[in-house]
């Protein structure tokens, strides 16, 4: 009898609220300003987060970049899976919804993962702290600028376009772009950053006496080095068709490869007999790589049903071949990619031009190789301008669809 009054007593108290920090919580939907700590200072990028009918999306915003990444919420955490690379963000909920705290984590290959501290608030914020008074500023940033970077002797060119509150623009180098920058330029000073699921990118720099600026670049937790830039609007690198050199006589003859199942293939197989071949030396790992899987995909669908087969050489992070292997298929999986990968071995330069003899060395992942129906090597080309460079990447795109069309087998060009 006790127990059933004590019970009734129990059934009639109030709900109690969970203790603060314990119990579900759901992240706002909408804007959210995130950051990245570095020995640099904090690296800004901003989030969209919304529902949908299965559950949740997010966007990764880089100026006019947005990049679809995968969502999932669970009692008090937000993950973000950084597809198509092994990067997630895993952050807890706090302050009714609309703070998170975590950490960013990029896996590559099998080593140490690389993290840094992620912190995210609710709500649209500019991406630097400031008045936003970029046409205010002084001297006019937009432009061509010749830049040095304090760890390497190649040059490279940083093109910036300036908004009434921001600026954006990227770096190009003979090795690919630095992405979709985005910032601010107050009283002589530059601040860009960019965070695109495999790089966290920090730029700063002041503008001195004679015009020029200099400062500290920061990529990630790991790599901190100085550059500098001058103005100069007829600044450009060399052509990335002229890099890398065919060797004389060079054929297919030899090379093979594995496919993901783990079959071995040759590039010289009867299969491709008659075909127009674009061979490319690329990283699940490397975005320049994804921006040209993604252009290369477009090329096949198009040019495919007219002769041309593209043909990806995966060379992958540390780890086993059958790890290598997966995250090959992953790539291909997550970018819908409708062209042969095979499986080609470790990342390193040296030991790509040694598997592909065609070429006097590797000097960047992509690297790029275009071969007639004939059979003949006709062009290679290193590196890859991405979308953020605007021009040189329209550019880019044009050649290769006027290298392809005279690729293509007799009658089946334009």
């Not at 040759?266 to 030396?281: K, N």
């Not at 080609?344 to 129906?373: C, M, N, S």
Request: aromatic share 8%.
């Amino acid at each position: 009898m006790l127990a059933l009054v004590l019970l009734g007593l129990m059934n009639s108290l109030p709900a109690q609220e969970p203790l603060p920090g314990t119990g579900p919580l759901e992240p706002r939907t909408g804007r959210w300003h995130a950051w990245l700590d570095s020995p640099s200072g904090e690296i800004p990028f901003s989030i969209d987060l919304g529902r949908v009918p299965e559950g949740w999306v997010a966007y990764l915003n880089n100026g006019t970049e947005r990049i679809r990444i995968e969502a999932t919420h669970e009692d008090r955490t937000l993950r973000l899976h950084c597809s198509p690379y092994d990067s997630w963000i895993v952050a807890e909920l706090t302050q009714g919804g609309v703070r998170m705290d975590g950490t960013w984590t990029l896996q590559r290959g099998e080593g140490e993962p690389r993290t840094m501290a992620f912190h995210a608030s609710h709500g649209a914020r500019p991406r630097f702290p400031g008045q936003g008074k970029t046409a205010r500023s002084g001297p006019p940033l937009a432009g061509r600028w010749s830049v040095e970077f304090e760890s390497s002797d190649a040059p490279a060119v940083a093109v910036f376009q300036e908004g009434p509150t921001s600026v954006s623009g990227t770096f190009l180098t003979t090795l690919g772009d630095y992405r979709f920058l985005e910032g601010t330029w107050e009283d002589g000073l530059l601040r860009l950053s960019c965070f695109d699921g495999a790089h966290a990118f920090l730029f700063q720099a002041q503008l001195d006496e004679e015009g020029n600026l200099g400062g500290v670049f920061q990529s990630g937790s790991h790599w901190t080095e100085v550059w500098a830039a001058r103005r100069d609007e007829n600044a450009r690198l060399p052509d990335p068709f002229e890099l890398t050199t065919l060797r004389p006589d060079a054929t297919l003859a030899g090379c093979s490869f594995t496919t993901l199942s783990g079959e071995k293939q040759a590039l010289d197989d009867r299969a491709f007999e008659g075909r127009a071949l674009v061979v490319t030396l690329f990283g699940s790992w490397c975005p320049n790589c994804v921006d040209e899987a993604r252009l290369l995909a477009r090329l096949q669908r198009r040019y495919g049903p007219r002769g041309l087969q593209v043909i990806g050489l995966g060379f992958e992070q540390a780890g086993t071949p059958e790890s290598q292997r997966a995250r090959l298929q992953r790539f291909q999986d997550a970018l819908d990619l409708p062209y042969l990968l095979l499986h080609a071995g470790t990342a390193d330069k040296a030991a790509a031009a040694r598997a592909l003899p065609l070429l006097d060395e590797v000097l960047a992942f992509p690297t790029t190789l275009f071969i007639g129906a004939d059979g003949t090597p006709r062009a290679v080309h290193t590196g890859f301008n991405g979308p953020a460079t605007g021009p040189a990447h329209e550019r880019l795109v044009d050649q290769f669809e006027l290298l392809i069309e005279d690729l293509l087998p007799e009658g089946q060009g334009q």
